[in-house]
């Protein structure tokens, strides 16, 4: 069965400290992964996309990790700012068609 | 450019009332997409529409029509609204139904009593 799932639920760490969200996967074929980030009341925004041959990628303070062979990908937070406080979705690709597999998200707040 | 706009922001309906969610673009995306996103689930696809004329049903279809008459319109209709159809409702749109990347207007929230 195709699914994806993420670790922790919720999350609420201080202002400036590092965090690592988690998205375990087991959508076949694997296309590509994207993370995204939706403040409360709003829309998902992308992020960062991972595919196969990608194992880190960084966006500002923002960098994700992929390992295809144990399909887990993270997100890890440095410098955590009050801005950083919203739910990050992890998406997953099944094959080339628009089969995109949602996690429940991780709740992250950040407190000064 | 505005993106993906939705319409209302939020709305009360009684059972069995019908209503229209509206969904625009003005980026000319080909793929549009409705999701519904409910406590504790991933979002769920409920419809899609590959371009003008041409749509298809999600995850989640039943109680739900959609039409796409333009590239930049996608209206989500509640034929008889039900309880169970409370929801968190998102429009989305890429620039073809291949691309890897959607993007998603502000939601509208629906509640059903």
């Known amino acids: 069965k195709n699914q994806v799932e993420q670790s922790p639920q919720s999350l609420i760490i201080l202002e400036g400290k590092n965090c690592t969200l988690q998205?375990?996967?087991?959508?076949?074929?694997?296309?590509?992964l994207r993370w995204y980030k939706q403040d409360t009341g709003r829309g998902p925004v992308s992020l960062t996309i991972?595919?196969?041959?990608?194992n880190t990628k960084s966006n500002g303070r923002y960098t994700a990790t992929l390992d295809a062979d144990t399909k887990q990908s993270s997100l890890h937070i440095t410098a955590s700012q009050l801005s950083d406080s919203a739910s990050y979705i992890c998406?997953?690709?099944?094959?080339?068609?628009?089969?995109?597999?949602f996690g429940t998200g991780t709740s992250l707040t950040v407190i000064p | 450019n505005a993106g993906v706009t939705q319409t209302p922001k939020f709305q009360v309906l009684k059972t069995g009332q019908s209503m229209t969610l509206q969904c625009a673009q003005d980026m000319n995306h080909e793929y549009m997409s409705w999701y519904r996103q409910d406590p504790g689930m991933g979002l769920r696809l409920i419809h899609y529409?590959?371009?003008?004329?041409?749509?298809d049903q999600g995850e989640v279809p039943n109680g739900y029509n959609v039409s796409r008459s333009t590239t930049e319109d996608f209206p989500l209709r509640l034929l008889s609204a039900a309880p169970s159809q409370t929801s968190v409702y998102f429009c989305a749109s890429s620039y073809e139904w291949t691309a890897n990347e959607q993007f998603f207007g502000p939601g509208t929230r629906l509640t059903v009593l």
């Open positions: 529409s590959v371009g003008a004329g041409i749509t």
């Open positions: 991972m595919t196969f041959s990608e």
């Open positions: 998406v997953v690709r099944r094959g080339t068609g628009n089969q995109f597999y």
């Open positions: 998205c375990n996967y087991t959508v076949s074929p694997f296309s590509n």
